[in-house]
């Protein structure tokens, strides 16, 4: 008999962006005179960098001549594409990370939707709370959460590790061991950062109870801080314990355009000693045809020189205005995090309300759209989350308007 996947329908209400797409819709269609500052999802808004554009008309073009015509891309990737990432991302950081570890794909969101399928059902995974959604949903969607608390906001196999004010955004070690760890900075939502000897004492730690660190790198080109590790390979023994995910988007723009990368060093093993580096390969060659060739061609254009200047240029846009929001915030006496190596603000709502009545209290005095901290998780509840994704001039306008209310 024809059933949907059971797994599917534990996933409580909407995706968390759909709901707050929807309350936004409904006030401008109630408010026509509305002029939104969305500050709320995490997508760029600058155009991309020249380089990468010239590298996309060079590619097209080259689709253009029987010579030099390209069809499926190799499962893995474009050596070129794989060897920059190499040299750059890695090697030139000390990280002993080969082209034939890294995997490219069109971007972290999928990988880190898909890579749980590599593991054992029966996995256990930790993650920190609040959290990127994609990484809780994926492993409901397989089975592997057991059941839902609606008045909590939890599920009953998942183990969270609370990031709060109290810890500086900054997980403890878990009580209960995990298969799995999630962890990803600078975070999302937090926008906190870890040091890199405190990043060390998780690779020492997933190495002695045999878990594998799965490493959100997304952010990574947002650091600022010298004692902030740009990949968990920068640590000692994080080839035996982590896998790490790398994407385009929020570092050089690419979020229209799709492109990210998982790295599986070739050591890693899981507990029974199995390696992980074929499971994925396999993976890839079954299930996705590789990213497409110029869009590999325009990656490999954000390692040349006038790329990486052009795609710090943006980046140092962006947190420009994210230490411009978070400083007005603190000026006008809200409890500001993040913002200092990453895009993202994250504030204590004021008095006693919950993430949802600032939100509204936002949209309807301010005409700004934010996300609630709740959405991301329990211990996200009474925070809020800005971006710094606009221009500087509608986050001047924004923190205008909120000094206003
Ligand atoms: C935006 C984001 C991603 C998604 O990256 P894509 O490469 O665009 O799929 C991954 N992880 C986190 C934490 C993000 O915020």
């Known amino acids: 008999m024809f ?148 008045a909590a906001g939890t599920w009953s196999d998942v183990i969270y590790m609370p990031c709060t004010m109290e810890n500086g955004f900054a997980p403890d070690l878990p009580s209960e061991t995990p298969d799995l760890i999630y962890l990803c900075f600078p975070n999302n939502p937090t926008g906190a950062v870890i040091t890199k000897a405190a990043l060390q004492e998780w690779v020492d730690y997933a190495n002695k109870v045999g878990a594998v660190i799965l490493f959100d790198a997304a952010y990574e080109a947002y650091i600022k801080d010298p004692q902030v590790p740009h990949s968990i390979y920068e640590c000692e023994g994080a080839r035996t314990c982590a896998i790490e995910l790398r994407s385009f988007s929020k570092n050089a723009g690419f979020t229209g355009l799709r492109l990210g990368a998982t790295v599986i060093p070739k050591d890693l093993k899981d507990k029974k000693g199995q390696a992980l580096h074929p499971l994925w390969a396999r993976r890839h060659g079954t299930k996705y045809n590789g990213a497409p060739y110029i869009v590999q061609r325009a990656g490999e254009a954000c390692y040349s020189p006038e790329g990486r200047a052009q795609i710090q240029a943006m980046v140092g846009d962006y947190m420009k205005n994210a230490s411009f929001i978070r400083q007005s915030l603190a000026d006008m006496g809200y409890q500001a995090f993040g913002g200092q190596d990453s895009p993202y603000i994250w504030l204590r709502t004021p008095g006693d309300m919950t993430s949802w009545e600032f939100f509204d209290f936002l949209l309807e005095k301010a005409w700004v759209v934010g996300t609630p901290g709740s959405g991301f998780g329990p211990s996200g509840e009474h925070y809020f989350r800005l971006t710094a994704f606009g221009s500087y001039e509608s986050s001047v306008e924004a923190m205008e308007r909120i000094r206003r209310i």
């Open 3 to 150: 059933t949907a996947n059971q797994d599917y329908l534990k996933l409580p209400g909407s995706y968390l962006f759909s709901t707050v797409a929807k309350k936004t819709g409904a006030f401008t269609q109630a408010h026509p005179e509305a002029r939104i500052i969305r500050m709320g999802i995490g997508d760029v808004t600058k155009p991309l960098p020249p380089a990468v554009i010239e590298a996309l008309h060079k590619a097209v073009d080259e689709m253009a001549s029987a010579e030099t015509f390209r069809g499926y891309a190799p499962d893995l990737g474009y050596a070129f594409l794989r060897e920059a990432m190499a040299k750059h991302d890695f090697q030139d950081r000390g990280c002993q990370i080969e082209a034939d570890e890294i995997f490219i794909s069109d971007g972290a969101k999928s990988d880190s939707a898909n890579i749980q399928e590599i593991f054992a059902g029966e996995s256990r995974i930790a993650v920190c709370d609040p959290v990127y959604p994609v990484y809780v949903d994926s492993n409901v969607m397989a089975g592997r959460t057991g059941t839902y608390d609606p």
